[in-house]
């Protein structure tokens, strides 16, 4: 079965400095990642998503993910973080076609933290 | 465009009520979820649906249970509730898509169980 793995609970940035949310994963077959962003109080908010292609995938709010085959790892990134960014990242994998229904595995959440 | 809609947003029962969630989703499409989030425990899948008349387990569906009779909507029931079932729950919908297409939430439903 597929899983995500985020090790860090919290990150702690300041403001203007750049900023990684770190996630692995292990899947059989072609991975499908998902990064979500979620606000106090509100629902899940999609930022990127990772299929096929370039291993640099941007989205939403100025973020950016890498992909890393090699090294199963799909890390969030923005190059200048705001206190804004501030909320509980999720890291998802999808099943991949042909093995099963399609579902969302998430990771724990990581809490990013931008201090002014 | 309403997008994803859960009713209600709180919710306070007793230990041994039930009550039903309701999630209505107006984007047509095929797939629908119920996740429940804890505190450092990330989003766990309760039940899904792939299409009108079709429910199947998640990772956690213990205790719920989970109809699909109209495309739009997706009910999670909790026959007797219990305080371990004290969780925000999310639905959320995707289509088909092939597995590549991201899947959108409701703005989730806190449910305290005393």
């Known amino acids: 079965a597929q899983s995500v793995a985020q090790p860090e609970d919290q990150v702690n940035v300041a403001e203007g400095n750049p900023l990684t949310v770190k996630c692995t994963y292990s899947?059989?077959?072609?991975?499908?990642l998902f990064w979500y962003v979620q606000y106090p109080n509100r629902g899940l908010q999609f930022l990127l998503k990772?299929?096929?292609?370039?291993?640099l995938v941007k989205g939403s709010y100025g973020f950016e993910a890498e992909f890393n085959k090699s090294q199963t790892s799909f890390h969030l990134k923005k190059p200048s973080a705001l206190v804004s960014d501030s909320a509980l990242y999720f890291c998802?994998?999808?099943?991949?076609?042909?093995?099963?229904?399609?579902?969302?595995?998430f990771g724990k959440g990581t809490m990013l933290l931008v201090s002014p | 465009n309403a997008g994803v809609t859960q009713t209600p947003k709180f919710r306070v029962l007793k230990t041994g009520q039930s009550m039903t969630l309701l999630c209505a989703q107006d984007?047509?499409?095929?797939?629908m979820y119920w996740y429940r989030q804890d505190p450092g425990m990330g989003l766990r899948l309760i039940h899904y649906?792939?299409?009108?008349?079709?429910?199947a387990k998640g990772e956690v569906p213990d205790g719920y249970n989970v109809s699909r009779l109209k495309k739009q909507n997706f009910l999670l029931g909790l026959e007797s509730a219990a305080p371990s079932q004290t969780s925000v729950y999310f639905c959320?919908?995707?289509?088909?898509?092939?597995?590549?297409?991201?899947?959108?939430f409701g703005q989730g439903t806190r449910l305290t169980v005393v």
């Open positions: 959320a919908s995707s289509y088909i898509g092939g597995g590549y297409t991201e899947a959108f």
């Open positions: 899947v059989s077959g072609n991975p499908y």
């Open positions: 990772y299929i096929t292609g370039d291993n």
């Open positions: 998802a994998v999808r099943d991949p076609p042909g093995s099963g229904y399609s579902t969302l595995t």
């Open positions: 984007m047509n499409h095929e797939y």
């Open positions: 649906s792939v299409g009108e008349g079709t429910t």
